[in-house]
């Protein structure tokens, strides 16, 4: 295998470095991943580990200007309980 330097080797962080990283707690960050809104992670065997630049991309994603843009598309806005969804 090929020497990896660090200038091409992405860092990883565990799931309180990151919650700490986005001044999130870990349990917010657990369920951002249930709920498949929150930044892309990766399992090392049974490790949830996320790369610095994955969270920086999510936060690049989550930018707005005005409270009316929409979300992202892709993500859902709010938890939807598909009441509406129900048969009458």
């Not at 860092?11 to 917010?28: G, I, Q, Y």
């Not at 991309?57 to 707005?64: E, G, P, T, V």
Request: charged fraction near 25%; hydrophobic fraction near 35%; aromatic fraction near 6%.
């Amino acid at each position: 295998m090929d020497n990896i330097t660090d200038s091409n080797w992405p860092r990883f962080v565990r799931t309180p470095e990151a919650a700490r990283l986005l001044d999130l707690s870990p349990r917010t960050l657990e369920k951002h991943r249930c709920d498949g809104t929150g930044p892309i992670y990766h399992k090392l065997g049974g490790r949830v580990v996320y790369a610095v630049a994955d969270l920086q991309a999510w936060i690049d994603a989550s930018a707005r200007q005005s409270t009316s843009e929409p979300a992202t598309p892709g993500l859902p806005a709010s938890r939807d309980t598909g009441a509406a969804d129900a048969p009458r």
